[in-house]
């Protein structure tokens, strides 16, 4: 793991400031590209590609396993993007839950119990970042949004040192800053109970220069 830790700094270095690489989510031919966990109580999690022409590739992930028990958190961590400080986009969809109804984007994650996370909800409207911490959470940073079911949104999280800040479809939400997690870690797509979501593309890149 640290050579993938070392080297997404590295190859940001090479690259404009504005580019952005894909980090894979499912492959062209319709598997799985991150590796599977769970946070938590319940069933384990069981992620799988599903055929989505909003997807790329037509393919989107999405976690086929519901189960609304109370703490489940289940999880897709890229083995390809690990970094500390990032500009991320990622493109979701969600679907259904008779309990919960929310997507989630994981980062800086050091294990399975470990690792901040943005979570959307539709059933409340509302856009969360979370701090777990020995598989407990921590409320950081909330706002209301607009989240409708069956549509694609667009999540953006922005983290630079103890900075991290929050869009959805190109509106700032909300900046936060916190210490307690400021080393490099994975990234990854996060999903809670029975919630089912469509996780389509995840671009990641270097964060903006800081304003002058």
Known sequence: MRSLLLALPLLFATLPASAQLVVPLTTP??????????????????????????????????????????????????????????????????????RDQVAGFMFRAQSASDYYVVRVNARDNSVRLYRMDKGKRSQLGTREAPVELGK????????????????????????????????????????????VAHYGSLLIGPPPPPAR
């Open 152 to 195: 694609w949104h667009s999540l953006r999280v922005i983290a630079a040192n103890d900075r991290i800040e929050v869009a959805l479809d190109g509106k700032p939400l909300f900046g936060i800053s916190d210490r307690t997690l400021v080393q490099a870690g994975a990234i990854g797509v996060w999903s809670q109970g029975d919630s």
């Open 29 to 98: 031919d319709g598997r799985v590209a991150c590796t599977q966990g769970k946070t938590g109580i319940g069933r384990p999690a069981d992620w799988r590609a599903v055929a989505d022409p909003g997807g790329p590739d037509g393919w989107a992930l999405v976690e086929s396993e519901p189960d609304a028990t109370d703490q489940r958190f289940p999880l897709c961590i890229s083995e390809q993007a690990q970094g500390r400080d990032f500009d991320a986009t990622l493109r979701f969809k969600i679907i259904s839950g008779s």
